[in-house]
């Protein structure tokens, strides 16, 4: 079982920047990855960003360019730099962390981003 906690999030003015930051109590390797999705009220949630244990990312096309993941050294953090924010972009974040190599899928409480024009 592999817990998550999330913070920052907020609000923000359109064209502004926040930070999110999702601690893990595993540390991503391999294949595993951890990342960021999204909620918009009445939508379903999307990928974000996410991240493996070898660094490798991949992003929404409505976030390329924009928002940017990251770990640290110890890989049991996932950060996401969100830069040129926009109102489209409120949703409830979800940080996430997959497991293909023993198998779990695990998802953080959830951290609301409002944007305001």
């Known amino acids: 079982q592999v817990q998550l906690v999330e913070s920052g999030g907020g609000l923000m003015q359109a064209g502004g920047s926040l930070r999110l930051s999702c601690t893990a109590s595993?540390?991503?390797?391999?294949?595993?990855?951890m990342g960021w999705y999204r909620q918009a009220p009445g939508k379903q949630r999307d990928l974000v960003a996410t991240?493996?244990?070898?660094?490798?990312?991949n992003y929404a096309d409505s976030v390329k360019g924009r928002f940017t993941v990251s770990t640290n050294n110890a890989k049991n953090m996932v950060h996401l730099l969100m830069s040129s924010l926009k109102p489209e972009d409120t949703a409830v974040y979800y940080c996430?962390?997959?497991?293909?190599?023993?198998?779990?899928?695990?998802w953080g409480q959830g951290t609301q981003v409002t944007v305001s024009s």
């Open positions: 996430r962390y997959r497991d293909f190599v023993r198998g779990g899928d695990y």
């Open positions: 595993a540390s991503l390797f391999s294949i595993n990855t």
């Open positions: 991240i493996t244990g070898s660094d490798s990312t």
